[in-house]
């Protein structure tokens, strides 16, 4: 599991997303200190991990959730997915929560699967990707449980694991594993970077955790100010995933205090 050098494209990705001119006003949110994010440019790659950092209150979930569609104020500008202008949620953009929202009354099982309600397929193929799920995300000894038995690595895991059984293009994740310990932490990191090598799907996360980042991202994104801006954007060659490398210890300092 700790082997996070898996293959990682080596050039700059095609565009997922195009952030164009965004502007999100929340009510009563116009004028000075108001809304964090005012004519916000950026594009995110396709098919590569894009880690989003800064501190707290800067913006980050709301522009995760401009990405997501779920964002109605976006009062100029807008995203565009694919060349498309993003207006709602779609099945193509799945969005997982720090608090990762599983159905108290389902078991592990049937909380995966319930994503696949809304996907074509017959029944036997969504039944194949089920069990596929269960395994990639390991929890085929966990499937009868329900949420209340299960602990924060594994409700997380099937959080992921229900929205990536739907084979969406994209999924984003706000803070997936801040409250889990370090240990269990890294080993979510190695999964995820596993489950992006199997599948290649865009993954666009936040977190607060400058080593997650690090560890996880093809490329991390530092923001800050308001209005938002990007204050740092580099691309992590699969070199630099050495924990106790100086140079990955001298760019996570660097980006600890951009942050603070
Ligand atoms: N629903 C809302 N209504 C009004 N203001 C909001 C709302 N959501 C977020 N904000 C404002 O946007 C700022 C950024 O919030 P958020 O995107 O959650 O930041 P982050 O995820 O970086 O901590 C907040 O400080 C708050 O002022
Ligand atoms: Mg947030």
């Given at each position: 599991m700790e082997n996070l050098k898996v293959l990682a494209p080596t050039?700059?990705a095609?565009?997922?997303?195009?952030?164009?001119?965004?502007?999100?006003?929340?009510?009563?949110?116009?004028?000075?200190?108001?809304?964090?994010?005012?004519?916000?440019?950026?594009?995110?790659?396709s098919g590569e991990i894009?880690?989003?950092?800064?501190?707290?209150?800067?913006?980050?979930?709301?522009?995760?959730?401009?990405?997501?569609?779920?964002?109605?104020?976006?009062?100029?500008?807008?995203?565009?997915?694919?060349?498309?202008?993003?207006?709602?949620?779609?099945?193509?953009?799945?969005?997982?929560?720090?608090?990762?929202?599983?159905?108290?009354?389902?078991?592990?099982?049937?909380?995966?699967?319930?994503?696949?309600?809304?996907?074509?397929?017959?029944?036997?193929?969504?039944?194949?990707?089920?069990?596929q799920m269960?395994q990639d995300v390991d929890?085929?000894?966990?499937?009868?449980?329900?949420?209340?038995?299960?602990?924060?690595?594994?409700?997380?895991?099937?959080?992921i694991?229900?929205?990536l059984?739907?084979q969406?293009?994209?999924l984003?994740?706000?803070?997936?594993?801040?409250?889990?310990?370090?240990?269990?932490?890294?080993r979510m990191h190695a999964l995820l970077r596993q489950i992006w090598a199997a599948t290649r799907t865009t993954f666009?996360m936040?977190?607060?955790?400058?080593?997650?980042?690090?560890m996880v991202g093809h490329?991390?994104?530092?923001?800050?100010?308001?209005?938002?801006?990007?204050?740092?954007?580099?691309?992590i060659?699969e070199?630099?995933k050495?924990?106790?490398?100086?140079?990955?210890?001298?760019?996570?300092?660097?980006?600890?205090?951009?942050?603070?």
């Amino acid at each position: 599991m700790e082997n996070l050098k898996v293959l990682a494209p080596t050039t700059k990705a095609d565009v997922a997303f195009k952030i164009d001119h965004l502007t999100v006003d929340f009510p009563g949110s116009k004028g000075e200190g108001g809304s964090p994010i005012r004519d916000f440019s950026l594009d995110i790659g396709s098919g590569e991990i894009t880690c989003l950092l800064g501190p707290s209150g800067c913006g980050k979930t709301t522009l995760l959730r401009a990405l997501g569609g779920f964002v109605r104020g976006a009062s100029d500008g807008g995203v565009l997915f694919q060349g498309q202008w993003i207006e709602a949620p779609s099945r193509e953009i799945v969005m997982i929560f720090q608090e990762n929202n599983l159905y108290p009354w389902l078991n592990v099982r049937k909380n995966i699967a319930f994503g696949l309600a809304y996907c074509d397929g017959s029944r036997r193929e969504k039944n194949e990707r089920l069990e596929q799920m269960l395994q990639d995300v390991d929890l085929v000894h966990a499937s009868a449980k329900y949420p209340h038995e299960l602990s924060g690595g594994m409700r997380q895991r099937v959080a992921i694991a229900r929205a990536l059984v739907m084979q969406p293009r994209v999924l984003l994740l706000d803070e997936p594993f801040s409250a889990l310990d370090v240990s269990l932490r890294r080993r979510m990191h190695a999964l995820l970077r596993q489950i992006w090598a199997a599948t290649r799907t865009t993954f666009v996360m936040v977190t607060h955790n400058v080593e997650e980042a690090l560890m996880v991202g093809h490329r991390v994104i530092v923001l800050g100010g308001r209005p938002m801006s990007v204050v740092l954007d580099e691309r992590i060659g699969e070199t630099m995933k050495e924990r106790y490398a100086p140079e990955f210890l001298k760019l996570q300092k660097h980006i600890e205090d951009l942050i603070d």
